[in-house]
Each structure stands twice: as structure tokens, then as C-alpha cells.
């Protein structure tokens, strides 16, 4: 064990305390750094640590999944890598802020790999699966590692994953030439007193680009009988050792396959809450726990034993823990999962992986562990809700459809929609306008809840036809802002850009289908009947278009690019211009 100084040493945790909301805490400027580079340095560091929290010291930091058999010798692991087991700093204080979302950063978007190919992959869940006929486990969480191709900022990492996952427990941790980024959804405990709470996650879906689509995934996850048998399977091992550390009879489950949304994922949780003996500290706690069963498998020691077997690196701190401990008898650490670690100027490595049944098939769990690192890709820009409507003099048309949209893209992209505000805001205008006079009405909605209204009037443009092309190439309909209106309209803007002479691009898709045009949505007359693409081929449901589907003026249909010279007329509909006639000639 090493007590250290070291200068460079900073530790961000956007992590909550249930019932708290957007704290962020910072310890700088540590006292000592509590290093373990061997298993029987383990020990003494957490011994070292209840020292310091018992003198008023806070402490945070990491512990490595390698650091396993120090706390129960009978659990198998690779031998550490790069990073030390152990790392906790000690701080006389804590500084608590409530941090403004990064309006820029950069990241470098480095290609992120797969270390293992998908045919050892496959070939590894097979083995797992021979282990589970043996009856040698009944469930292993396997793991493979993704590597960067180039050094990549830590700080605009942080960001990207913090920015992509919007989850719970993230932490960024320089520990000089060491940089920890982690994006975990999953809490491994929390103790508040002699209260302790754990919530394992098991189960995993990706989000769905249409709202019907989101909603029928969260649906198929929440019905998943495989899901929640790998649920409770880990419910009961952890069931069982709490246990070990809990007074008699206070082990429960208030809550079983709850279902949490990300941005790319949704999560199948439980919740497991215990009373812990008096006598109980934070290394009897790790000695009972540690790791966490979600990330091992079932039954725990037989189960590392296989991982160790198949998985070909150390875990390191993936799969680990994250977290502070308060000298108010507070602790909250993480599970490392949707965690990166890199040396400075040095690739980045991050960790995927799934917990692997009976039931599970090798491309299905190969594609599971592609979405989850996912995020690695998603570059999210900054942007709001965008609404644009009409106000004919009386009244805003299609009031309620706006409103209700609005409402499912704040569902959708986490964020704050006060409808009273906003009902407000717009009457208040409306009350000031000319009478007898339409308005078009932009309505701007941040992701805090902030809201922004202008109206401005309208000229009267009525032209026969309007004139528009179609578009060089197909748009990827996999991109979530075809299906939602905000302001981050590059992928619009790219298509107009390749055909400045006319008024509107037609857009279709890899699939060849027919979508929508860059501001309004597409109908076409065709054997007496006026149909419009369905949403699936990658458009923007129009709340105009939603109105004339509902009282069936227009009816959905896949429109093939190659049957475009059949229509005999081709339409761009809005709510704010309506149906305007396009000529594609």
C-alpha cells in the first residue's frame, strides 16, 4: 500500500443519492492517495479508508475488478493490468455544484473496435452455454474489450458519453497520467446509515426510432421471460449476500423488472434494500458484494472461474466500482459499466459485454453488445424542440396535435415540458397580435424546460406549383432526427444545399421508398386516392398529415422512387401552408 500526493489528482461524480437530482460533487486537492497495486494491499487500503472516515475525511476513487480475490479468496481473476486494484483519495472537503449542460465540446471520433472477432465470440457463448448443460453456472456475464484507433480527449469523452447515456451514476477521474470515464446507469449500493439499497440490471433492449416502435420495445423487454429470468437470478444472488452483512429478516425486493429508459437502451432493474448489522464497515461491505453479481453471473464463484477462461484481458476497472464514501456514514458507488479507461496520449480502451442463459443466442448477444456501444458513436448535438404552427387570426391551428408531439419529443430526449408554461407563454403573445391577421408561430423548447415563442406574420403565397427535385441520395432513415422536429436540422440542410434553384427536395431512402420533403411531408394522388408514406420509411409525422389521416382524407402506403412517374399528383402538405401542389419536373 502507497500513500501518495498527487497533484493532478481530480474526481468528477455526477452521481445522486436517491431523492437527490443534479448534483454534481468534485474532490480536488486530495490529502493522500490510497494506492493497492497487490491483492494483499487490498485490505489495508480499506482499512485505511474507514480510518480517515471516521476522522471526517471523505474518500473516492475506484476499485478494479482484479481486486476480487482480496476480498474472497475463493473468486478467480486475471491479473491486474494497467491500473493499480485500488485508488482512493482523501479529502477534507467535497465541493457540490449543479453543472450546466457543455453548450460546445469537441471529440475526436476515433473508431472504436472490437477486440475479440464475432467468430471467437460466438464460439465463446457456445462454451458458456456447454457449462450451463454441465450445470457448472446458470448464467455468465461475458465481456469482450473495444479499442480506440487514436487518442482521444478525455474531457470531450466524458461529455459524449455523459451527453449520449444520460445516466445516473457517471464519473470522470484523473489520477495523473490515468483517465477513468465512466457512463453507468447501474448503482451497485448505496448506504445511507445502516440502510443499504442495491439495484442490479439485467436485461436490455435498444430504443426504437418511432414512438410506436420505442414503445413496443420497452413492451417486448418488459415481457421478456429470459430477461427476467437473468433478472431475478442476480435479484436472488444478491439477496443472498446481503445476507451476509444485513440484520436477520431485512433483506426485501420492493421492486421487481422495473423498466428505465436511456437514450440508446432500455434497462430491466430491480431494487434490493437490507438493514446492516451496527458493526458493519465499508470493507465488510465489499467483502460481501464484491464484484457485483450482475456483472459475474450465477452462482458467483464457479461462475468467474469461466470468465477468467474465456475472457482474454483483464476487466480492469470495467466491471469494477466507482465511488465516494461521506464521514456522515454515506456511501455510492457505481457498477463500471459504459466505462472507458486511457493514459494520457494513449488509445482508449472501453467494455462490452451481457449476461449469457440457456436460452441466449450467440448473434443475438453479439448484436446486444453492439448496442450497448453504441454510444461510443452517438455524437449528440445540441438542440432543442422545435414546433412551427399556424395562427389564422383566431386561433393556433392544430393546437392540441403540436402540444401532444412536443410532449412525446420531450419524453423521448429527457427533457423538462412544463404544458402550462407553455400554454401560457403563447396566449400571452396571442393577446398581443393584430386582429384579422395570420401569424406563423415558432415555438422553441430547451432541454430545462425554457421556452421561446415568436410569431410572425404571414404573406400571402399561393403559387400553382412549386418546384422541387429529388434528392442525389438516399437519407439513412437509422438517424433518430427524421422522426422527431428540432433544430438540428443539418441532415435537412445537406439535401437542400444540393438543389439551391428549388423551392423543396423530395427524400427517399436506402430502401429505395419514397419518405418525405425537407419541410413538409409528402402525399401523392394514385388511382383516385391521395396516400402518404408511413412513418417507418423514415419521416417526420406531420401533425397536418396526422389530422387528414384521422379523418381519412389521405391513407398510409409504401411509395416505391421507381413508381414516381405514375402519380398523378405529387403534394407537399404542413400545417402552417397546407397542401401545396410540387412539380417534380
Known sequence: MYFQLIDDTKMIFDFSFEGESGVRRIFEKPMEVLIAYTLTEVVNVFKQMEVFQQKGY????????????????????????????????????????????????????????????????????????????????????????????????????????????????????????????????????????????????????????????????????????????????????????????????SVQVPKLFEIEKYPTVYQMTSTVLAELKETIGTLDIFK???????????????????????????????????GFITPNQEALFNVAIRTAWMENGKPATYGIGGGITWDSSPDGEYEEALVKGAILKAHTPDFQLLETMKYDGEKIVLLQNHLERIERSAKRFHFVFPLEKIKYALNDKIRELEEKV????????????????????????????MKASLALSPIDKSDIFYYYKTTNRANYQAFREQAPAVFDVLLWNQDEELTEFTIGNLVVKWKDAY???????????????????????????????????????????????????????
Open 531 to 585: 396516400w402518404t408514406p408511413p412513418v417507418s420509411s423514415g419521416l417526420l409525422a406531420g401533425t397536418f398529415r396526422e389530422d387528414l389521416l384521422q379523418r381519412g382524407v389521405i391513407k398510409e402506403k409504401i411509395l416505391d422512387k421507381k413508381d414516381i412517374a405514375s402519380y398523378e399528383e405529387i403534394w407537399m402538405i404542413n400545417s402552417v401552408r397546407g397542401w401545396t401542389r410540387m412539380d417534380l419536373g
Open 438 to 465: 395570420d401569424y406563423r408561430v415558432r415555438l422553441l423548447l430547451a432541454p430545462n424546460g425554457e421556452i421561446t415563442s415568436t410569431f410572425t406574420p404571414m404573406t400571402q403565397e399561393n403559387p400553382i406549383k
Open 288 to 322: 460481501a458484494l464484491f464484484p457485483c453479481g450482475s456483472i459475474t453471473g450465477a452462482p458467483k464463484q464457479s461462475t468467474m472461474e469461466i470468465i477468467k477462461q474465456l475472457e482474454d484481458s483483464p476487466r480492469e476497472i470495467y466491471c469494477g466500482s466507482i
Open 58 to 249: 471523505y474518500l473516492a476513487g475506484y476499485v478494479s475488478y482484479e481486486a476480487a480475490p482480496a476480498f474472497d479468496n475463493h473468486l478467480v481473476t486475471h491479473r491486474k493490468g494497467s491500473l493499480p486494484l485500488v485508488v482512493m483519495g482523501v479529502f477534507k472537503t467535497v465541493q457540490r455544484v449543479h453543472p450546466e449542460k457543455s453548450a460546445n465540446y469537441t471529440y475526436s471520433a476515433a473508431n472504436w473496435n472490437i477486440t475479440t472477432t464475432k467468430q471467437r465470440y460466438c464460439q465463446h457463448i457456445d462454451s458458456i452455454k456447454d457449462a450451463i448443460a454441465e450445470g457448472d453456472t446458470y448464467q455468465v456475464n461475458y465481456t469482450v474489450r473495444m479499442k480506440a484507433d487514436r487518442p482521444v480527449d478525455a474531457d470531450s469523452l466524458y461529455n459524449q458519453l455523459t451527453g449520449a447515456q444520460l445516466a445516473n451514476y457517471c464519473a470522470h477521474l484523473q489520477i495523473g497520467e490515468h483517465q477513468i470515464i465512466s457512463a453507468s446507469p447501474e448503482l451497485f449500493f448505496e448506504q445511507r446509515g445502516q440502510t443499504i439499497r442495491t439495484k442490479p440490471m439485467k436485461g436490455t433492449i435498444k430504443r426504437g426510432q418511432t414512438e410506436e416502435e420505442d414503445i413496443q420495445n420497452k413492451r417486448i423487454l418488459a415481457e421478456s421471460e429470459k430477461d427476467q429470468a437473468e433478472n431475478v437470478m442476480i435479484v436472488d444472488l444478491l439477496r443472498n449476500d446481503l445476507s451476509k452483512i444485513a440484520v436477520p429478516g
